[in-house]
T-cell receptor
Framework: AQSVTQPDIHITVSEGASLELRCNYS??????LFWYVQSPGQGLQLLLK??????LVQGIKGFEAEFKRSQSSFNLRKPSVHWSDAAEYFC????????????FGKGTRLSVIA | GAVVSQHPSWVICKSGTSVKIECRSL??????MFWYRQFPKQSLMLMAT?????????EQGVEKDKFLINHASLTLSTLTVTSAHPEDSSFYIC??????????????FGPGTRLLVL
């Protein structure tokens, strides 16, 4: 069965600093990987996704993620964090394809300080 | 982009009553919709998969008689929490996908419905 691990429950960074959120997955075939952001009390917004091709994926809001098959990782990065990036971030993997049920990690809460 | 709406956005009800939550795809036809539940400070967990015109498929541990799902049209799926109890209080999020034929397609999430059972 698929699983997603986000090792960091809570991360605090200073505004303007770089950010990396970790995600490791367990899946036997080609993974369909996603990063979502959730603001308090809100639904999910898709930041980026990886299905195949270039392993460095660009997303919205200046985020990018790199798929590393050898490490079973799909870490999310941003070179310079803005205060508005404070939110909960979820990594997810699709069971069989992009439009089948997603298995989510437990999330990483990002706090941004001045 | 594709938009999915949910109604209501939040609801408070008394224990023992039933609550219906609607999930609509506004600008595309959704052959499949998914219902997730998120408890406070937890991740999203899939409850059921809803396919238009057929019975929903429930995840292990989810009571199908308690969480009734109806996907009567290609743009609407409803989740009814029957005889709600305080432990059913949660954030319910639906997602919709245009179909399974295109594996490159993704699913689009609604804004969620917060349910509080007193």
């Amino acid at each position: 069965a698929q699983s997603v691990t986000q090792p960091d429950i809570h991360i605090t960074v200073s505004e303007g600093a770089s950010l990396e959120l970790r995600c490791n997955y367990s899946y036997g075939a080609t993974p369909y990987l996603f990063w979502y952001v959730q603001s308090p009390g809100q639904g999910l917004q898709l930041l980026l996704k990886y299905f195949s091709g270039d392993t460095l994926v660009q997303g919205i809001k200046g985020f990018e993620a790199e798929f590393k098959r050898s490490q079973s990782s799909f870490n999310l990065r941003k070179p310079s964090v803005h205060w508005s990036d404070a939110a909960e971030y979820f990594c997810a993997v699709g069971r069989n394809s992009g439009n089948t049920p997603l298995v989510f990690g437990k999330g990483t809460r990002l706090s941004v300080i001045a | 982009g594709a938009v999915v709406s949910q109604h209501p956005s939040w609801v408070i009800c008394k224990s023992g009553t039933s609550v219906k939550i609607e999930c609509r795809s506004l600008d595309f036809q959704a052959t499949t919709m998914f219902w997730y539940r998120q408890f406070p400070k937890q991740s999203l967990m899939l409850m059921a998969t809803s396919n238009e015109g057929s019975k929903a498929t429930y995840e292990q541990g989810v009571e199908k008689d308690k969480f009734l799902i109806n996907h009567a049209s290609l743009t609407l799926s409803t989740l009814t929490v029957t005889s709600a109890h305080p432990e059913d209080s949660s954030f319910y999020i639906c997602s919709a996908t245009p179909g399974l034929a295109d594996i490159q397609e993704t699913q689009y999430f609604g804004p969620g419905t917060r349910l509080l059972v007193l």
